[in-house]
């Protein structure tokens, strides 16, 4: 809920209750957290894809299995 609009410099801003700008502050940090350990889930499955040592199957062996 915007309160008011400020102009300056022909820039306008929007002027928001506390409570909110706190809440979207929190938003953006769990967004961050989350954007990090994305980046880290992504490296590890990259890693495990290069290790030599394990062993894959197809996807339609897969699907076969799992009767799909």
């Known amino acids: 809920m915007t309160v008011g609009t400020l102009e ?6 929007r002027i928001i209750p506390e409570d909110e700008y706190k ?3 929190a ?3 769990w967004q961050q957290r989350q954007a990090k350990q994305d980046a880290a889930d992504i490296a590890q ?3 495990r894809l290069k290790d030599p040592k394990r062993k ?13």
């Open 8 to 13: 300056i410099d022909g820039r306008k801003f």
């Open 23 to 25: 809440t979207i502050q």
């Open 27 to 29: 938003a953006m940090r």
């Open 45 to 47: 499955a990259q890693r």
């Open 56 to 68: 894959t199957i197809s996807l339609a062996r897969l699907k076969a299995e799992l009767r799909l």
